[in-house]
C-alpha cells in the first residue's frame, strides 16, 4: 500500500522564481494539508485541501496558493521566492470521517533551496 | 490560535533509562494529541495520539499522558534504545475536518549506548 508520495524530493531555486511541489496522498484518503518545516523548527501549517478546496489557511501568505484534484492529488505553488522560503515541505494526508482515526500520514517532503 | 510549547529541546539518556517530553497546549478546544517521531531526512512519524476523552494510552514502551485541566500532555518512552534516537514533535488539534496540526518545536532524544 502506497503511503504518500511526493516529488520533487529536493529542488534548487532562485530568488524571485516560482516553484510547484507535487503530493499524491495515501490511497484511501482525501484529504491533503502542507506544511512548511525550517530547519531546526516544528512543521507549520500552510493550508488544508478536501473536495477539491481550500478549507482552511495558516499564516502563510497569498504567493502560496494549492491546488487539489479530483483524484485527491494536491499542488503546492510559490511565488516571488524569498531565501526564507528555503525548508522542507510536507505533504500530510489523512480520511474524513473515518471515525477513530484521525492521524494524518505524511510524505517524506521536498527540500526547497532558494539560493 | 493554538499554541504548543514542547520542553526539553534536546534530552540524552543512557540506555535502557527512561525519556519523558512534555508539552502544553494553549486552545481548550484542541480535543486530539499526536506525537510524531522524525529521524534525520525522514518524514515524520505518527509514533501514537491521545484523545480528549482519554487520560492515558499506552503502546508497549511508549505512552502518553493527557491532563485537560491543565492543558498539558507528556510523552513517556521506558527501556530506551539508541534507535530511540530521532526529535519528537507533539502537536494539538481542534475537532472537525480541518483538523489542522499545530506542533511544538520538537525534541532531540539521544540514547547514549
Known amino acids: 500500500d502506497a503511503g504518500v508520495t511526493q516529488s520533487p524530493t529536493h529542488l534548487i531555486k532562485t530568488r524571485g522564481q516560482q516553484v510547484t511541489l507535487r503530493c499524491s496522498p495515501k490511497?484511501?484518503?482525501?484529504?491533503v494539508s502542507w506544511y512548511q518545516q525550517a530547519l531546526g523548527q516544528g512543521p507549520q501549517f500552510i493550508f488544508q485541501?478536501?473536495?477539491?478546496?481550500?478549507?482552511q489557511r495558516g499564516n502563510f501568505p497569498d504567493r502560496f496558493s494549492g491546488h487539489q484534484f479530483p483524484n485527491y492529488s494536491s499542488e503546492l505553488n510559490v511565488n516571488a521566492l524569498l531565501l526564507g522560503d528555503s525548508a522542507l515541505y510536507l505533504c500530510a494526508s489523512r480520511q474524513v470521517g473515518q471515525g477513530a482515526n484521525y492521524g494524518y500520514t505524511f510524505g517524506s517532503g521536498t527540500r526547497l533551496t532558494v539560493v | 490560535g493554538e499554541n504548543v510549547e514542547q520542553h526539553p529541546s534536546t534530552l540524552s539518556v543512557q540506555e535502557g533509562d527512561s525519556a519523558v517530553i512534555k508539552c502544553t497546549y494553549s486552545d481548550s478546544a484542541s480535543n486530539y494529541f499526536p506525537w510524531y517521531k522524525q529521524e534525520l531526512g525522514k518524514r515524520p512519524q505518527l509514533i501514537i495520539d491521545i484523545r480528549s476523552n482519554v487520560g492515558e494510552k499506552k503502546d508497549q514502551r511508549i505512552a502518553v499522558t493527557l491532563n485537560k485541566t491543565a492543558k498539558h500532555f507528556s510523552l513517556h518512552i521506558t527501556e530506551t534504545q539508541p534507535e530511540d534516537s530521532a526529535v519528537y514533535f507533539c502537536a494539538a488539534s481542534t475537532a472537525g475536518s480541518a483538523r489542522q496540526l499545530t506542533f511544538g518545536s520538537g525534541t532531540q532524544l539521544t540514547v547514549l549506548p
Open positions: 490511497s484511501g484518503h482525501d484529504t
Open positions: 485541501y478536501y473536495e477539491e478546496e481550500e478549507r
